[in-house]
């Protein structure tokens, strides 16, 4: 059976993510009245939520839902981010702190998104030519995602900045249409911005990777690494399990009932679980067969009928109505808007 954690349960501490998010908007004058609301967390002490309380994915969201509110300013969610990494989560922060490259840094954060990241998932794509950040949805973010988004972009951001000393030449792509205004992500991310490329991701030139940094020490980041994995390992969110799992099979045609047999639930359980994430099972196979299909078109340049044959399909014309189903655009398109975003990783 595969392991995951629904957004109802408690799993993320309190004192990590959700305490600075409490903290900052503390600092900005929020009251704790309207940052707790339909949170069910109790009013806490003067000095932050207790260490040993757990919360649930949905009590984190709705906080974070909270001050976005109660701030009301377009800056919050990069003002977040901005503290988010490393964390203050013991021997894991600690081995992204001794990160000797951005290589390095990106594998860390990948490996224990499940405490440094748990409401969005990381992935790490390479290629000849360059490196792609991509952010899938852990519990079921809503409406909530582009904040999401913005935030752990912004968290990469400073951090890779802060350990290597210099600001990184990342390029941004999002699953969003573009803002009305954009200067905040001008700001703290840089100007290298495309929007409406259905999907979230960050790229640089592979040649960053390995660039030492001065901060880091792959000793210490080793002797960190260790003793994390001798702590208990946490599984990561129902969606980005189910993300994993489709994209190892994506070839073979998933279906929903051999799935919910591998998670060893029934097809009827996993469809309520979805729902209650705000998804389907078909919604989540079409964003891995999507994904799949740009990097294929982005990395080697592959035309429709090689990503037809990747993906099962009978035929070229077959994949190109389904990828206008998935997109609502052609993929010679969307091929375009993700060329043009990663032109300087070529």
């Known amino acids: 059976?595969?392991?995951?954690?629904?957004?109802?349960?408690?799993?993320?501490?309190?004192?990590?993510?959700?305490?600075?998010?409490?903290?900052?908007?503390?600092?900005?004058?929020?009251?704790?009245?309207?940052?707790?609301?339909?949170?069910?967390?109790?009013?806490?002490?003067?000095?932050?939520?207790?260490?040993?309380?757990?919360?649930?994915?949905?009590?984190y969201l709705r906080l974070l839902t909270n001050a976005l509110r109660a701030l009301d300013s377009p800056d919050t969610s990069f003002m977040l981010g901005q503290q988010l990494l490393p964390g203050h989560d013991g021997a894991l922060s600690h081995a992204l702190l001794q990160a000797p490259s951005l290589r390095h840094a990106l594998t860390t954060i990948c490996a224990g998104h499940a405490r440094l990241t748990p409401l969005l998932q990381p992935r790490l794509h390479l290629w000849d030519e360059g490196a792609g950040l991509v952010w899938t949805d852990s519990f079921g973010a809503h409406s909530l995602r582009p904040a999401l988004v913005e935030m752990h972009m912004t968290a990469v951001v400073a951090l890779c900045r802060w350990l290597g000393g210099t600001r990184l030449p990342w390029r941004f792509t999002f699953n969003r249409g573009a803002p009305r205004h954009v200067e905040q992500h001008e700001v703290h991310l840089g100007g290298a911005?495309?929007?409406?490329?259905?999907v979230d991701?960050?790229?640089?030139?592979?040649?960053?990777?390995?660039?030492?940094?001065?901060?880091?020490?792959?000793?210490?980041?080793a002797l960190a690494l260790r003793q994390v994995a001798e702590e208990a390992a946490q599984p990561a969110g129902l969606l980005a399990v189910l993300y994993d799992y489709l994209l190892e099979r994506v070839r073979a045609?998933?279906?929903l009932e051999r799935t919910a047999a591998d998670f060893g639930v029934s097809p009827a359980t996993l469809k309520r679980q979805l729902q209650r994430h705000g998804t389907h099972f078909q919604a989540e196979l079409d964003q891995?067969?999507?994904?799949?299909?740009?990097w294929l078109f982005h990395t080697r340049r592959a035309g429709n009928d090689a990503v037809a044959q990747y993906l099962g399909f009978h035929d070229?014309?077959?994949?190109?109505?389904?990828f206008k189903r998935w997109t609502g655009q052609t993929p010679t398109l969307l091929r375009m808007e993700m060329d043009v975003a990663g032109a300087a990783v070529q």
């Open 316 to 322: 070229g014309a077959n994949f190109r109505r389904s």
């Open 253 to 255: 045609g998933p279906t």
């Open 201 to 221: 991701a960050m790229l640089i030139d592979g040649r960053w990777l390995d660039v030492p940094w001065p901060r880091g020490s792959s000793l210490a980041a």
């Open 288 to 294: 891995v067969r999507t994904h799949v299909a740009l």
């Open 193 to 198: 911005l495309r929007f409406g490329c259905h």
């Open 1 to 59: 059976m595969i392991a995951c954690r629904l957004a109802t349960d408690a799993s993320i501490p309190a004192h990590l993510q959700p305490a600075q998010v409490l903290d900052y908007a503390r600092s900005r004058d929020a009251d704790d009245g309207a940052l707790l609301r339909g949170t069910g967390i109790a009013a806490p002490a003067a000095n932050g939520l207790p260490a040993a309380s757990l919360l649930t994915a949905e009590q």
